[in-house]
């Protein structure tokens, strides 16, 4: 018998060697009371679908689609249903599940083949709508999901059978001696991670047409048992379409795709030509705000940059910078960070932390009012915040707008309305910038741009000294909340957005994250996470940062920067 302790409640019961999970949740079921549908568990902080069986003794965990673990479950498991139903009705159609945007999944699906993967006969109400019935059909059937476990050699055959030339291409550059694959009726697919046990666990869920393709929406994170609000996001989705354009012209679309090109020498040219790309946007920016800046009426004179935690938004501001300066232009640029209010004064979260991220952090009707003088054309003493004291000071630090000035703002709350009510939205140009990665692991693997920043900000943390991975882990679900209520609003207004992910990224943050991540614990609830980052990122060959150059978004997270950043 093995004894088998469970983490909600803390109590310990036996259980026969081989029992699943599902069985040891029914024991327990009673007693735990989650509010919402167990639908995945946690067994020595290592995710696992309910069906994994036990022969040693384990802590268990079980999870609603609330925790993230059990909402990658529900979704990946959400994702597969859709897929049947594509190939059920459409035999021969290519379904891409391509990134989340309007608080659901984007899917490109093309029901007849065309001249490229992605193009084809274009996608209808009707079409969508017989996709949806099939959905709900294989639901109601309460259609079991099959894991099985073969040689990755094995696997390959499964898919070279079946075309798939994507997963093809990711398993045989993985590495791996063995690999899963599942089977939902007769179609067979890959997840990198575990499933619901069947179809009958997916009860919230809605599929509608969107833009060329399909919305597939999923229950919201914190209240799983509706589906999360939809919100129009039509720069967002541009900004996905720019970044698919990028891969387009790079000849990638998946990490099979950088692994091969990885493996023939092509490193240094996908780092070079990323680097062009972007600088390319760059530049682009800097004329548009030239451009309005010589206007007769309305001159821009204030660039406002925001984004979310790790998104390059200081080494951006910078690139920009000099840019405007090949412009003819003359940038003063400062944070609002300086305008925090005194430590004393900081919000509070429930728990008693500290509330870094909130708008009231920010002494925001001072920072107006300086930014009001100042395109006056008054001289302004601007403070500096001292992060060791904790206190804003002043330090003589003088500030007037020239005439060919223009005035650059970088923070989390730059496109927060309440810093700049009395400044006519027509002299300001706002830009939104974040690492929305649109290389997949294959075409129905899409990768979080969350999983992006946070291994940045993991690399960066660590090289700074400030904090260890376990610690950047153990924040990062209040930095995602905080992001939520006071980012994510304002993105929608901004004039331009920016994207600052790489293709080959992930193959370079690679070579930093391995050892960094592998130190965390195993007996810490952060180690969840740091193992599932770790198993994704062994997806991606390993490249050096060699040739990543010094004024790269990169170096921001990596180290080498030729730019000097504060503290």
């Known amino acids: 018998m093995l004894q088998i302790r469970c983490k909600n409640n803390g109590i310990t019961k036996s259980f026969p060697e081989g029992c699943s999970l599902l069985d040891v949740y029914q024991e327990f079921a009673d007693e735990i009371k989650l509010p919402y549908p167990v639908v995945s568990a946690k067994v020595n902080n290592t995710s696992q679908g309910l069906k994994f069986r036990l022969y040693q003794n384990r802590d268990v965990e079980f999870l609603d689609a609330r925790e993230g673990s059990g909402h990658r479950a529900y979704v990946r498991s959400l994702s597969f249903v859709l897929y049947k139903a594509t190939q059920d009705l459409f035999p021969g ?190 530049v682009q920016i800097a004329e548009e705000i030239d451009r309005r800046f010589h206007r007769e009426q309305d001159p821009v004179r204030l660039v406002l940059i925001t984004g979310p935690s790790s998104s390059g938004k200081t080494t951006f501001c910078k690139r920009l910078s000099v840019q405007l300066l090949a412009c003819g232009l003359r940038p003063i640029s400062f944070s609002t960070d300086d305008y925090f209010v005194n430590r004393v004064d900081t919000p509070k979260l429930p728990n008693g932390d500290y509330d870094f991220d909130n708008v009231e952090t920010v002494d925001y009707q001072l920072l107006e009012d300086h930014l009001t003088r100042l395109m006056r054309g008054e001289r302004v003493e601007v403070p500096e915040y001292n992060f060791v004291t904790g206190e804003r000071e002043y330090n003589g630090k003088r500030l007037k707008l020239a005439s060919d000035t223009v005035l650059i703002i970088e923070g989390i709350h730059a496109l927060n309305p309440l810093l700049t009510r009395t400044i006519p939205d027509a002299v300001k140009y706002k830009v939104y910038i974040s690492a929305l990665t649109s290389i997949s692991l294959d075409d129905h693997n899409w990768i979080p741009t969350r999983d992006n920043r946070l291994l940045r900000r993991i690399i960066r943390d660590y090289n700074k000294g400030a904090f260890t991975a376990r610690e950047t882990i153990s924040q990062w679900k209040n930095v995602c909340e905080a992001e939520d209520q006071w980012i994510f609003p304002f993105q929608e207004t901004a004039d331009v957005m920016f994207n600052s992910a790489l293709n080959i990224e992930f193959a370079v943050l690679r070579t930093h994250a391995e050892i960094i991540l592998s130190s965390v614990p195993r007996n810490c609830p952060e180690y969840s996470e740091a193992h599932r980052l770790l198993k994704f990122i062994h997806f991606f060959l390993p490249v050096s940062d060699q040739e990543i150059p010094p004024t790269s978004i990169m170096r921001e997270f990596v180290g080498g920067s030729s730019f000097k950043y504060k503290r």
């Open 93 to 282: 159609s290519k379904l891409f599940i391509e990134h989340s945007i309007s608080r659901g999944y984007y899917c490109n699906f093309r029901p007849t083949p065309g001249p490229s993967p992605k193009e084809g006969r274009a996608v209808t109400d009707e079409m969508v709508e017989r996709i949806r019935q099939r959905m709900q059909e294989i639901i109601d059937l309460d259609m079991p999901f099959r894991r099985t476990e073969a040689t990755t050699e094995e696997t390959i055959r499964v898919f070279t059978d079946r075309g798939f030339q994507d997963k093809v291409k990711l398993l045989e550059t993985s590495g791996q001696l063995y690999s899963d694959y599942y089977t939902l009726g007769d179609t067979v697919d890959y997840y990198y991670g575990p499933l619901v046990p069947s179809a009958g666990y997916l009860q919230v869920w809605g599929l509608e047409r969107f833009e060329d393709g399909m919305l597939l929406r999923v229950p919201d994170w914190n209240r799983p048992s509706q589906l999360a609000e939809k919100v129009d996001q039509p720069k967002t989705f541009e900004m996905f379409a720019e970044k698919t354009r990028w891969d387009i012209i790079m000849r990638l679309s998946n990490a099979g795709d950088v692994n091969k090109a990885i493996m023939r020498g092509h490193a240094s040219e996908l780092i070079q030509v990323s680097e062009a790309l972007q600088e390319k946007k760059i």
